[in-house]
């Protein structure tokens, strides 16, 4: 399979190109590239995250870790006194970067349902969700970031599959097929509760008619 490094500068490759092919499509400003291309880079290395002790699974935790505090800040600044508000950002940061993070280690396994277009998918709805929800973005941008994630997700899994092959010895190695399908038959019940998740969504994502538009207006640009 790629390694971290290679996972990390292909997607970022892929997140400039978005993001400059955007900018001259007119679909977002210059200024709305960077958090694309950032978007591009995190999916290229998220489906990582059931990989025990890899730097994937460290850096995803300390990220995460960083927009829990952020985003408890925002909700909770007005209801707590500064001493009570420090004290709730330094608890979430402990339980999503160490608490979170051995509780997902027990229940997931490397190569298994969070290598799958349907956990790239949930994962890319959150992203939409948060953006236009908590973080006020327009519909079409919080649609974009979404898609962003997204499509850094389906490039780690691609490269997966890619490196399955052995061009070199002219043989297909095992773990062919376990990174780029469309959910993981082994765990069933991991893709009902993400197909639970997704439908959970529904009433935080911005209309639907404004990703067509979105997906429409790309598909011209690039032809």
């Not at 893709?191 to 404004?210: D, E, F, I, R, V």
Request: glycine letters at 12%; a positive charge.
């Amino acid at each position: 399979m790629a390694d971290f490094r290679t996972h990390f500068s292909v997607a970022a490759g892929g997140g400039a190109l978005l993001a400059h092919g955007g900018w001259q499509a007119g679909l977002w400003g210059f200024a709305d590239g960077v958090p694309l291309v950032a978007l591009v880079t995190l999916g290229g290395i998220l489906p990582d995250i059931d990989a025990d002790h890899s730097r994937a699974i460290r850096l995803i935790f300390n990220l995460l870790a960083v927009l829990a505090v952020v985003a408890g800040a925002l909700l909770l600044q007005h209801r707590l006194a500064p001493g009570q508000l420090l004290a709730a950002c330094g608890g979430l940061y402990l339980a999503v970067r160490y608490l979170a993070g051995l509780v997902f280690a027990r229940f997931t396994v490397h190569r298994g349902s969070w290598h799958s277009l349907l956990a790239g998918a949930l994962c890319g709805l959150v992203t939409t969700a948060l953006s236009y929800r908590l973080l006020q973005q327009s519909a079409g941008m919080a649609w974009a970031y979404g898609l962003a994630l997204g499509v850094g997700y389906v490039i780690h899994l691609l490269l997966d599959e890619l490196y399955s092959v052995d061009l070199v010895g002219a043989r297909i190695k095992r773990s062919f097929g376990t990174a780029l399908k469309l959910c993981s038959l082994r765990q069933p019940s991991h893709a009902l509760l993400m197909l639970m998740g997704a439908a959970a969504l529904a009433p935080w994502l911005p209309p639907w008619s404004t990703l067509a538009a979105l997906v429409v207006h790309g598909g011209a640009a690039w032809r």
